[in-house]
C-alpha cells in the first residue's frame, strides 16, 4: 500500500522557516519523481516544487523561487521541503505528491500558517 505521511507544518511568523517532510511507503521511491502541492483556504491546489527521481533535477513555482528548497533521500525514502523567508501567502495545506505532473497518490497534508 502507498503510503504519503507529511510532517512539519506549524505556525510561523512572516519570515520565519519551516521544513516539511514526508515519509514515503509502499512503493519504490527512488522510481519516482516526486511534488509538493499546497491548498490555500478558499483555492484550489497549487503546485509548490518537484524533484526527478534521482534528485538531479529541480523545479519550482515563481512564486517560492529562491525561498524553498525540494530535496530527497533516496535512502531514507524521504522528501523534504525547506521553505525560508515565509510570507503570509504561503499559508496553506502542503501536500507531498507522487510525480511531477500527474499525481496519482497524495498525503493527508500538513497545515503551514504564516501569521504575525
Known amino acids: 500500500e502507498v503510503q504519503l505521511v507529511e510532517s512539519g507544518g506549524g505556525m510561523v511568523q512572516p519570515g520565519g522557516s519551516l521544513r516539511l517532510s514526508c515519509a514515503a511507503s509502499g512503493f519504490t521511491f527512488s522510481s519516482y519523481g516526486m511534488s509538493w502541492v499546497r491548498q490555500a483556504p478558499g483555492k484550489g491546489p497549487e503546485w509548490v516544487s518537484g524533484?526527478?527521481?534521482?534528485?538531479?533535477?529541480?523545479y519550482y513555482a515563481d512564486s517560492v523561487k529562491g525561498r524553498f528548497t525540494i530535496s530527497r533521500d533516496n535512502a531514507k525514502n524521504t522528501l523534504s521541503l525547506q521553505m525560508n523567508s515565509l510570507k503570509p501567502e504561503d499559508t496553506a495545506l502542503y501536500y507531498c505528491a507522487r510525480g511531477l505532473s500527474e499525481y496519482n497518490y497524495w498525503g493527508q497534508g500538513t497545515q503551514v500558517i504564516v501569521s504575525s
Open positions: 524533484i526527478s527521481n534521482g534528485g538531479g533535477n529541480t
